[in-house]
């Protein structure tokens, strides 16, 4: 499958991330060699191929900083699969939780969701013309159907004696010959109203009207979910296709009708083994699995507790995943030799040399992400696309009242972060939303009541918000 994230060099990857991560650049680097690696691989011959096994990536570094972030934004940019697991769901086989296989399975969902996207859109164009005769024969039904039915029940030659007609019969006959007669002399009237209502489809003019359409009735509440073993049984479709799928009467609006019908004929017209197929390579070559809190399941060197033993359980779990092994799916079996891992933790209280040895060395790029400084806090508020100041801004617009902050004022909100950071619990960048939570929160209870329609907030609205709070904050410490 072609990928978008691939095609793009690695400064453009960065520059993308850039948009709303403030620094680290180190770990964008890192990122960026490491997809583009992908795409050089994509290029070489299939024995070469088969022997260049990803770099797996360990970042490192306190709470806040983007390490999360930088997989959330790298999920968004690409089309390859890509999953974010946390590594404290799992649990050693033998205990009760998720097993470590369901991060493959997850990936291979995440693979077959896009792929069958990425063929749905091949067929939009097709479907759209469908699902614009379908509404038409909604709104001007053609007739054929009952004029082509033929005889209305499949016993009358046997029931009537050998062929004799009844009086009713030659009667219903003649009915129906009068009925062809008037079809053919209305058909022409029939298809220029069709012709109108088409070009009134395609100009707008219908889309709030009323019409019932026939959808597929898909029963819901009869699948048993077994998706921790890699299983999903649909009670109803234990016997495959043998049933015909029951049809409903729905009645919408002409543009839902669009929408409803479109993604119906799209779905007919695609080949689903086709899309397993592809997804399952993609998932194997594209692959990637983020693998969050990583220092969680690290144990010290010393005495080891049933915690410890649990959490190294689940390193030797997880290390013949990053090393490549088979693993079973729904969709069918999935290697996972070149699939790229990026682990990441704040190893506050674990060290990356606490991880078993085989598994730190499935990780051989490392990076370790900065500490924020008061001029990236600055930045933070102000410069990504997303930005603190201009997501409140934006909301508090919506009732129509305007808010300025000051460069003191955001000078004094980052500084301010930075010296709670300093003082108490590092929190990174999330220390940001505590504070600005608590400067907009008197001004969003009182909108409704609110006269005015600018404020502006400066460095003095900053201080007096925040001076009561920091010494009660401080006693708290001592207070049982």
């Known amino acids: 499958m072609a990928n978008k994230l691939y095609s793009m060099t690695p400064k453009e990857i960065v520059e993308a991330l850039d948009k709303y991560i403030i620094g680290q650049d180190e770990a964008k680097k890192s990122v960026a060699v490491a997809l583009r690696n992908r795409y050089r691989r ?26 999360t972030e930088i997989a959330r934004r790298l999920a968004k940019l690409m089309d390859a699969p890509f999953v974010k697991v946390e590594a404290t769901k799992f649990t050693e086989v033998g205990y009760v939780g998720r097993d470590v296989d369901s991060m493959v399975r997850d990936l291979v969902e995440s693979a077959i969701r896009i792929t069958k996207q990425a063929k749905l859109e091949e067929k939009y164009a097709v ?7 379908k509404i038409i024969d909604a709104i001007i039904p053609t007739g054929k159907n009952k004029a082509d039915s033929g005889s209305n029940a499949p016993f009358d030659f046997i029931m009537n004696n050998g062929g004799y007609k009844s009086q009713k019969q030659q009667y219903e006959e003649q009915q129906k010959a009068e009925a062809e007669n008037n079809s ?30 026939q959808v597929t009735d898909a029963p819901k509440g009869n699948e048993l979910d077994m998706s921790e073993q890699g299983m999903s049984v649909a009670i109803g479709n234990i016997f495959g296709d043998m049933m015909p799928k029951k049809k409903k009467n729905k009645k919408v609006k002409v543009k839902d009708a669009r929408k409803i019908l479109r993604e119906e004929e799209a779905q007919n017209l695609i080949d689903m083994d086709q899309v397993t197929e592809e997804a399952l390579e993609n998932a194997e070559q594209n692959g990637i699995i983020f693998i969050d809190e990583i220092d969680k399941i690290a144990s010290g060197n010393g005495y080891r507790s049933g915690a410890d033993v649990s959490r190294e359980g689940v390193q030797r779990d997880i290390l013949p995943i990053v090393e ?86 955001i000078a004094e909100i980052a500084h301010m972060a930075f010296l709670m950071n300093e003082q108490t619990e590092n929190i990174g960048a999330r220390r940001l939303h505590t504070i600005l939570e608590k400067l907009l929160e008197d001004i969003s209870f009182n909108i409704p009541e609110m006269e005015e329609e600018k404020l502006v907030i400066d460095d003095n609205y900053v201080k007096e918000k925040f001076i009561e709070k920091i010494h009660p904050e401080d006693l708290d410490k001592f207070i049982l």
């Open 184 to 213: 053919k002399a209305s058909s022409q009237d029939v298809e220029l109203a069709r012709e109108q209502v088409r070009q009134q489809l395609r100009d707008g003019q219908l889309e709030e009207q009323y019409i019932e359409i």
């Open 42 to 67: 994509s290029k070489l011959s299939e024995e070469m191929m088969e022997e260049i096994t990803p770099k797996n990536i360990l970042m490192m570094g306190p709470t806040g900083v983007g390490k």
């Open 127 to 133: 479907a759209d013309e469908i699902a614009e005769e």
């Open 324 to 409: 490549g092994s088979v693993v079973n799916t729904k969709y069918g079996p999935v290697k996972t030799d070149h699939v790229l891992f990026i682990g990441a933790g704040a190893f506050h209280t674990s060290k990356p040399t606490d991880l078993i040895p085989e598994l730190q060395g499935r990780f051989p790029v490392r990076v370790e992400l900065e500490n924020l400084t008061e001029e990236t806090f600055l930045k933070i508020l102000t410069v990504p696309q997303n930005a603190l100041i201009k997501q409140h801004k934006a909301l508090l617009e919506t009732e129509g009242i305007e808010i300025e902050f000051t460069d003191d004022a």
